[in-house]
């Protein structure tokens, strides 16, 4: 077993944005790396998300504040009765989920890594 520190973000409203969660969600040195995958048109997200953490003790701290938050506190408030669903990623690690991505031709659907 490896370390966990990449998550999914289920049930995040269409019309958000990358750049919204990155706002969302400051940084302050604890993720490397935010995806949101958008649809193919790229006019919205496909309603989930993946942030890979620095350690495990951030991902847990992430998952402890946002897992079963109303996404009404998003200020979303077509969405209000859905809540965040946070839990592990399958794929775990910057390297490995950053990879995959390199090969996409559409920019929409590239991963950022940040922090750096």
Not at 27 to 46: E, M, V
């Amino acid at each position: 077993a490896g370390v966990a520190t990449t998550l999914m973000v289920r049930n995040i409203p269409a019309e958000c944005t990358q750049e919204f969660l990155l706002e969302l969600w400051p940084n302050h040195g604890t993720y490397d790396f935010l995806y949101l995958p958008r649809n193919a048109g790229g006019k919205s997200n496909l309603g989930y998300c993946f942030v890979n953490f620095v350690s495990e003790a951030h991902a847990a701290a992430f998952k402890e504040k946002w897992h079963r938050a109303h996404t009404a506190c998003l200020g979303f408030a077509c969405s209000a009765k859905r809540c965040l669903s946070v839990s592990l990623a399958e794929v775990q690690g910057l390297e490995a989920n950053v990879k995959p991505l390199q090969a996409l031709r559409r920019p929409q659907w590239r991963g950022r890594a940040v922090g750096e």
